[in-house]
Structures are given as structure tokens and as C-alpha cells.
């Protein structure tokens, strides 16, 4: 018995075994098989020039489906690799970058490069005089100097200053403004692309501030002319100048950009000139822009850069310029006659008072009184007479006698004024046309 069980049990333990043993090989040789394809699609993948990108989609994953190609790292600072197109044989550019390099040329920069080559540096001398009372060291008061006039010592002193100006023909002439030019005894221009001319004034209008220069250049870069009747509001407006000359020795003009702020702003009569009409901006207008042209989208000069308000002495975004039709005028006449021809009016006039105007008939002190007519002038020829009292000039009040100058300022031979004038209880219209000053 105990012999039948021990062969028994040994037999069956012997039978496991090689059961056991077959079924060891066999998942031997899967485990083997599987790590040995886990191994070899790792190396394959991780060596493969392509990527394999897994979808979160609840169908299953699908690695054949989402295989990418690598693309190259985008590089900043420079080009790494350039392709050449087979057909033109350049660089190969996208639709993008051509849409973007339209884009950059715009309007403005089209109108910059337009007029860029007619702005000019305009390098001045001016002598300045100066008058020193030998009573300022001990009193500041002007009350003395009255009593010993021939004592005043007289100072002439040379200042250099810059300012800016543009070319208007092939021929040489250049609008600037006068107090650029005011006492200048030499003028250098310089032009962008490097030519530097010795320039001659040629006539100047102190009351609308606008200088004529000339060159002795042919051929020259100039400006087009526009309208500035036609100016928008808001319209773009670009301003072009050399601010600051001196500090980067460079003729090429700076481009600020804004837009026309206002049309028509008027201003009190300062040291002799005389600001009407003129055009609002925000574009930058720094120290040595003045004289310099505003210019529209289409680069038409529709201004000259004349001045600015400001608090700190710098550009706060509030410039003017003087129309171009009002330059246009003066450029025409001193193309006719080499000249801006003075013109006269024959009239003296002085400011009233209350007891004056109601003596008269009036119910207020405004308006000036005619206290003189000069014979054969063109005051006499338009029927004015000594008491009239002019109350309008080209529909405008005038309150006084600043505003009646103001009001004459910048008119040229030939133009004709409106007036309206009160005469013995009446109110009647009367033209005044200018006519040139006789010769002495």
C-alpha cells in the first residue's frame, strides 16, 4: 500500500511538473517575445524622424493616424536656413509677410518719401542789438534812462540759430517763416542728400511771418503745393523739420504724425506778426521745425510749422502752421516781381471812447474813427472821409485799432477790402482796394 501510494505520488508529481514546465517554456518565450517588441518599437520610435501624437478621442487611439512631421524650432535674430524658390530663384515669401510689407507702406510713409527730399536745414547768423543804460547797474527803472537817452551804450552780438524750410521749384526758391530769417546777415540751406547751398533772402512779410529764400541749385527736389482750403478735420497731418540740428550734425528732416486738430484759430498781433486762419495740430512741432512743411496724406504741403503753445517749452501736442494758400500768394508775387510790393491805404485811424461814440449817435465805444484821409489815396478814391467810423472789415468787428491792423495784415496790392462804416446815423458799405505805395 505504502509502495502504490509512493509510485503513485511520484508519478503524478513528475506528470505536474512537465506540465508545469511546458506551460513556463511557453510563457517564457511570450514574455520574452513582447518585452523584446516593447524594447525594439521603443528604439524605433524614439529614433524615428517622425512623431507620434495620441488623440484623447474615446474611439481608441490610432498611432499611424496622428504621426506628424517634426518641423524645425523657430529661430529669432536671425534666418537659419533660407529657401530658394525654383521659379524666381529668391527668397520664397508667404502671402502673410507680402500683406504685411503692403501694409507697412501706408500713405504717410508713401507721402513722406514724396516730399522728404525738398525739406531743408536753414543755418542763420543774426545780429542782435542790444541797448544798456548806464543807470541799470545802480537802478533798473526805466524812468531814468528819459532823462540821459545819448548815454545808452549800443551791443551787436552774432547768434547762430537753425530752422527749417522746403524747396517750392527746380529753380531754387524755399518758403520758410521770417522770424527765422529776422536780421539774418548770412544763410546756409542744406539739403538731405548732402549738397549745402549759400541762400539769398529774397523778401520777407513780417505781419504773416513767411520768407522767401533762393538757391543757386538747378534741378533740385521741391514740394507740391496743395490747397488748404480743402483741409479736414481730423485728416492726417505730418510735420517735417530738423529739430535740433545742431546736436546730430544730420540735414535729413525728422517725420512726426498726427492729425489736424482745428481750422481757423486766430491770435493777438505778437512782435509785429500776425496769426490768422491758422491750422491746429498734434503733431510734434519741436524747436527748429519752424518753417518747415505740414503735410497731407498725398504729401501736398498744406502748412508751414510756425509755432506752438506751451507749459514746459517742449511739443504738448498743440502746434500751428499758416495756411499754404496765404504763402502761395506771397510766393506768386515775388516770382512776378522779385518782390512783395507794399501796399497803402492813405487812412489814419484811432480808437474811440464812450463820450466820442455817443456824441456821434453810437451806442457803443466800438469800432475806429477816420481822423485823416490822405489826398489821391485809395481811401479817398473808396469815399471814406474824417469821421467816418469803421465798424467791420471783411464782416469782421473791429473793436479798435489792433484789430483793424490785424484785419489789414497780410493784404497784398491789388486786393479789395469790405468795410462797414458809420456815417451820421447811417451804416453803409464801401470797397477799399490796395494799391501799391508810391516811391518817395
Known amino acids: 500500500m505504502a509502495g502504490r501510494f509512493g509510485v503513485g505520488g511520484n508519478g503524478k508529481r513528475e506528470g505536474m511538473e512537465n506540465f508545469f514546465a511546458?506551460?513556463?517554456?511557453?510563457?517564457?518565450?511570450?514574455?520574452?517575445?513582447?518585452?523584446?517588441?516593447?524594447?525594439?518599437?521603443?528604439?524605433?520610435?524614439?529614433?524615428s524622424p517622425h512623431q507620434t501624437s495620441f488623440s484623447s478621442g474615446s474611439g481608441g487611439t490610432d498611432a499611424s493616424s496622428h504621426l506628424a512631421e517634426v518641423k524645425?524650432?523657430?529661430?529669432?535674430?536671425?534666418?537659419?536656413e533660407t529657401f530658394e524658390s525654383p521659379q524666381a530663384g529668391g527668397p520664397e515669401t508667404s502671402p502673410a509677410d507680402e500683406e504685411i510689407t503692403c501694409s507697412r507702406r501706408n500713405a504717410i510713409v508713401l507721402a513722406v518719401e514724396t516730399v522728404q527730399p525738398a525739406v531743408v536745414s536753414?543755418?542763420?547768423?543774426?545780429?542782435?542789438?542790444?541797448?544798456?543804460?548806464?543807470?541799470?547797474?545802480?537802478?533798473?527803472?526805466?524812468?531814468?534812462?528819459?532823462?540821459?537817452?545819448?548815454?545808452?551804450?549800443?551791443?551787436?552780438?552774432?547768434?547762430?540759430?537753425?530752422?527749417?524750410?522746403?524747396?517750392?521749384?527746380?529753380i531754387g526758391y524755399i518758403l520758410t517763416n521770417e522770424h527765422v530769417v529776422h536780421n539774418a546777415v548770412k544763410v546756409v540751406v542744406n539739403l538731405p542728400d548732402g549738397r549745402q547751398f549759400d541762400a539769398e533772402l529774397i523778401d520777407s512779410d513780417r505781419p504773416v511771418d513767411i520768407a522767401v529764400l533762393k538757391v543757386?541749385?538747378?534741378?533740385?527736389?521741391?514740394?507740391?503745393?496743395?490747397?488748404?482750403?480743402?483741409?479736414?478735420?481730423?485728416?492726417?497731418?505730418?510735420?517735417?523739420?530738423?529739430?535740433?540740428?545742431?546736436?546730430?550734425?544730420?540735414?535729413?528732416?525728422?517725420?512726426t504724425v498726427g492729425v489736424i486738430s482745428a481750422l481757423n484759430?486766430?491770435?493777438?498781433?505778437?512782435?509785429?506778426?500776425?496769426?490768422?486762419?491758422?491750422?491746429?495740430?498734434?503733431?510734434?512741432?519741436?524747436?527748429?521745425?519752424?518753417?518747415?512743411?505740414?503735410?497731407?496724406?498725398?504729401?501736398?504741403?498744406?502748412?508751414?510749422?510756425?509755432?506752438?503753445?506751451?507749459?514746459?517749452?517742449?511739443?504738448?501736442?498743440?502746434?500751428f502752421a499758416i495756411p499754404i494758400n496765404k504763402a502761395k500768394r506771397i510766393l506768386d508775387e515775388v516770382l512776378k516781381y522779385n518782390k512783395i510790393r507794399d501796399f497803402w491805404t492813405g487812412l489814419t485811424v484811432q480808437d474811440i471812447d464812450l463820450s466820442i461814440a455817443q456824441s456821434l449817435g453810437l451806442k457803443?465805444?466800438?469800432?475806429?474813427?477816420?481822423?485823416?484821409?490822405?489826398?489821391?489815396?485809395?481811401?479817398?478814391?473808396?469815399?471814406?472821409?474824417?469821421?467816418?467810423?469803421?465798424?467791420?472789415?471783411n464782416e469782421t468787428p473791429t473793436k479798435n485799432r489792433s484789430q483793424i491792423q490785424a484785419a489789414f495784415a497780410g493784404g497784398m496790392v491789388g486786393d479789395i477790402y469790405h468795410l462797414v462804416v458809420f456815417r451820421k446815423g447811417k451804416?453803409?458799405?464801401?470797397?477799399?482796394?490796395l494799391e501799391e505805395r508810391p516811391k518817395r
Do not use: C
Open 22 to 47: 511546458k506551460i513556463s517554456n511557453h510563457r517564457g518565450r511570450l514574455v520574452l517575445g513582447s518585452l523584446f517588441t516593447l524594447v525594439l518599437g521603443f528604439i524605433l520610435g524614439f529614433y
Open 72 to 80: 524645425p524650432p523657430v529661430q529669432y535674430g536671425h534666418v537659419a
Open 122 to 170: 536753414v543755418s542763420v547768423t543774426q545780429v542782435r542789438v542790444y541797448q544798456v543804460s548806464p543807470f541799470s547797474v545802480f537802478f533798473n527803472d526805466p524812468f531814468f534812462d528819459q532823462f540821459f537817452p545819448e548815454l545808452k551804450q549800443e551791443y551787436r552780438q552774432k547768434i547762430k540759430s537753425l530752422g527749417s524750410g522746403f524747396i517750392v521749384n527746380e
Open 216 to 255: 543757386p541749385g538747378k534741378n533740385l527736389p521741391f514740394a507740391k503745393l496743395g490747397n488748404s482750403n480743402d483741409v479736414l478735420i481730423g485728416e492726417w497731418a505730418i510735420a517735417l523739420g530738423n529739430p535740433l540740428g545742431y546736436v546730430h550734425n544730420d540735414a535729413r528732416p525728422t517725420v
Open 265 to 319: 484759430r486766430d491770435f493777438q498781433p505778437q512782435q509785429g506778426r500776425v496769426y490768422r486762419n491758422m491750422i491746429q495740430t498734434d503733431a510734434s512741432i519741436n524747436p527748429g521745425n519752424s518753417g518747415g512743411p505740414l503735410v497731407n496724406a498725398l504729401g501736398e504741403v498744406i502748412g508751414i510749422n510756425t509755432f506752438i503753445l506751451t507749459h514746459s517749452g517742449g511739443s504738448e501736442g498743440i502746434g
Open 364 to 393: 457803443s465805444a466800438q469800432g475806429v474813427i477816420v481822423v485823416e484821409v490822405t489826398p489821391k489815396s485809395p481811401a479817398e478814391e473808396a469815399g471814406l472821409r474824417v469821421g467816418d467810423v469803421i465798424l467791420q472789415v
Open 427 to 433: 451804416r453803409l458799405k464801401i470797397d477799399l482796394t
